[in-house]
């Protein structure tokens, strides 16, 4: 059985940092690329950033860029994302997804394997 399961989240203060994990179970993903997307309250859910197999290629969405990093543990079966400058905007449900082999994807609909995702909320 195939399970990807978040923690990490919590209630934050704008301003400050979190670190979000994602470890893999039942599943080898050191060759898949690997992605983070969140939904917020009535709101579609919208990309984050991924990362390719290999850790070398990533991608963010604008709206993160230059304050949230993405990585992966291969030993560990597990992708991150560091969090910085937090603000209230960023409150939302944050999930994990596995793409398959290779690369990575911005779009939900091309992820297999979703985690049923933190709680992260960022107060003003």
């Known amino acids: 059985q195939v399970q990807l399961v978040e923690s990490g989240g919590g209630l934050v203060r704008a301003g400050d940092s979190l670190t979000l994990s994602c470890v893999a179970s039942g599943r080898d993903i050191s060759l898949n690329g690997m992605g983070w997307f969140r939904q917020a309250p009535g709101k579609e859910r919208e990309f984050v950033a991924a990362?390719?197999?290999?850790?070398?290629?990533?991608e963010y969405a604008d709206s993160v860029k230059n304050r949230f990093t993405i990585s992966r543990d291969t030993a560990k079966k597990a992708v991150h994302l560091q969090m910085r400058s937090l603000k209230p905007e960023d409150t939302a449900v944050y999930s994990c997804?596995?793409?398959?082999?290779?690369?990575?994807?911005?779009?939900?609909?091309?992820?297999?394997?979703w985690g049923q995702g933190t709680q992260v909320t960022v107060s003003s």
């Open positions: 997804a596995d793409f398959g082999a290779g690369s990575y994807s911005v779009r939900p609909n091309d992820y297999t394997y």
């Open positions: 990362i390719n197999w290999s850790g070398e290629r990533t």
